[in-house]
């Protein structure tokens, strides 16, 4: 999974199966998550989002779960499509301001 | 709705030189950022604005400027550009008064200093 600062991870699953991709964050006082999709030549496009207050929430086809105790976030997407094809990345808030930091993105690559 | 409008949406440009990346938004949100992205660094953080009137600086603000002289407007001017500042820029904004900051990005500046 990605992690701040480090190379792309990427990933490539067949369309049909289920894709997970993994974040790892650092600061322990974050307190809201963000997934967002990047698709190429375009801007990141806001996915899903989650409180520290919640451990799991679902959207239409994506699922986040956030896992406190050990700093990690995951992304599942169901019956992954080509069009989920792209990076993605996790961001955190931290309480204090409005700042988020990115991950470094996970390349998901869907085989049709 | 155009949301986030960036110009230009590429230039070339040589070391030296000034450069203005324009930033507009019609969502009236009161938060605009500013990020470069680079390949294996992710997005990282150049300059922000709360609100009209007030700039702050992100993760790598060196070599960078902004200004917010209103809700829309958040300009991003680089005084003397450097090979370094190669990069892809995005402009994003966000409503920070709801509890949530979900920004929501332009399509990006991609900027090649020579």
């Known amino acids: 999974g990605e992690s701040v600062g480090l190379h792309l991870p990427t990933l490539s699953v067949q369309e049909g199966d289920n894709s997970i991709i993994n974040c790892a964050y650092s600061?322990?006082?974050?307190?809201?998550f963000i997934w967002y999709k990047q698709e190429s030549g375009k801007g990141p496009q806001f996915i899903i989002d989650?409180?520290?207050?919640?451990d799991k929430r679902q959207g239409q086809r994506v699922t986040v779960l956030l896992n406190k105790t050990v700093k990690h976030l995951s992304l599942q997407i169901a019956a992954t499509q080509p069009g989920d094809s792209a990076v993605y990345f996790c961001?955190?808030?931290?309480?204090?301001?409005?700042?988020?930091?990115f991950g470094t993105g996970t390349s998901l690559t869907v085989i049709p | 709705i155009a949301g986030i409008t960036q110009a230009p949406t590429s230039q070339i440009l040589a070391a030296g030189r000034r450069m203005t990346l324009r930033c507009t938004q019609d969502m009236r949100h009161n938060a605009m950022y500013w990020y470069r992205q680079d390949l294996g660094l992710g997005l990282r953080l150049i300059h922000y604005s709360n609100t009209a009137g007030t700039t702050g600086k992100g993760e790598v603000p060196d070599g960078y400027s902004v200004s917010r002289a209103n809700t829309d407007d958040f300009p991003l001017t680089l005084a003397s550009a450097v090979p370094s500042q190669t990069s892809v820029y995005f402009c994003?904004?966000?409503?920070?008064?709801?509890?949530?900051?979900?920004?929501?990005f332009g399509a990006g500046t991609r900027l090649s200093v020579l």
């Open positions: 994003a904004s966000s409503d920070s008064s709801r509890g949530k900051n979900i920004q929501y």
């Open positions: 600061n322990s006082a974050s307190d809201y």
């Open positions: 989650i409180r520290s207050n919640m």
């Open positions: 961001a955190e808030n931290a309480h204090t301001g409005n700042q988020f930091y």
